[in-house]
């Protein structure tokens, strides 16, 4: 579970609670506008207080699902976001279908504000949550709680545990694909393929066509080894070729 940005202590104690409550061990911090070990917190953790005490803090949400292969975020905007927004229970099904043990996320943003769309191309999965279309936005502590029965209901007591990846491999992890994205960005603006000032915009697009793509660890390892070797040679002045 990692809440970014979360500025009001009685959420995420809560949200602690709730992840006491569904078996979550795990809570990840990004950047927290309030004391998650305060009085406050604490009070609405009840039994769930030793996993906000355990909470891990991360200075961004990509440190944060560094380690994460299969990543979904939630957004309660229905339009603008930059991947297809899917239900709950093939959201949830898709999280848990890999190994045991392997580190997954389910990522919720600012209660004022949510996650940028630049945060929700960090996902593999985007998960809407059905409400009335008149007012659709919900309590950090309320999404999450839905969220979590859904992945309960669904996922541990109608699925099996774990079951084969697609295509027979697992999603890389976020790491590997943010640093092959940030050696193929440095690559595009030095060859003059991206300019400063729309090579955030552009890049976005590759981010969420290997996102869609579900890339591997190994094809993100070959992608790489490719745009490291065409920067060496762009340094030398070398035609790659011959």
């Known amino acids: 579970m990692v809440l970014v940005e979360p500025s009001g202590a009685l959420n995420v104690g809560s949200v602690a609670r709730l992840c006491a409550n569904y078996g979550v061990e795990r809570l990840r ?3 927290p506008r309030c004391d998650p070990l305060g009085e406050e917190a604490r009070r609405m953790a009840v039994r769930g207080v030793g996993v906000l005490e355990r909470a891990a803090l991360f200075h961004d949400l990509a440190s944060a699902l560094s380690d994460c292969h299969r990543v979904v975020a939630t957004s309660g905007r229905r339009e603008g976001v930059p991947l297809e927004l899917q239900d709950d229970r093939s959201c949830l099904a898709w999280l848990s279908a ?3 043990g392997q580190p997954v996320a389910l990522v919720f943003g600012r209660e004022d504000r949510g996650l940028s769309n630049d945060e929700l191309l960090q996902a593999g999965r985007l998960l809407n949550l059905p409400t009335a279309s008149a007012y659709t936005s919900l309590n950090l502590s309320h999404a999450v709680a839905i969220a979590l029965h859904a992945w309960h209901r669904e996922v541990r007591q109608e699925r099996p545990p774990s079951e084969p990846a697609e295509n027979g ?8 694909l943010e640093a092959l994205l940030d050696d193929a960005e440095a690559l595009l603006l030095e060859v003059g393929f991206l300019y400063p000032h729309t090579a955030a915009a552009r890049m976005a697009k590759v981010r969420a066509l290997l996102q869609r793509g579900a890339v591997r660890g190994s094809e993100v390892a070959l992608l790489r080894g490719m745009v490291r070797q065409l920067r060496w040679a762009s340094h030398q002045g070398a035609n790659p070729a011959g």
Do not use: N
């Open 29 to 31: 911090l990004v950047a």
């Open 169 to 176: 491999a697992e999603p890389c992890r976020r790491g590997e």
């Open 98 to 100: 890999g190994p045991t």
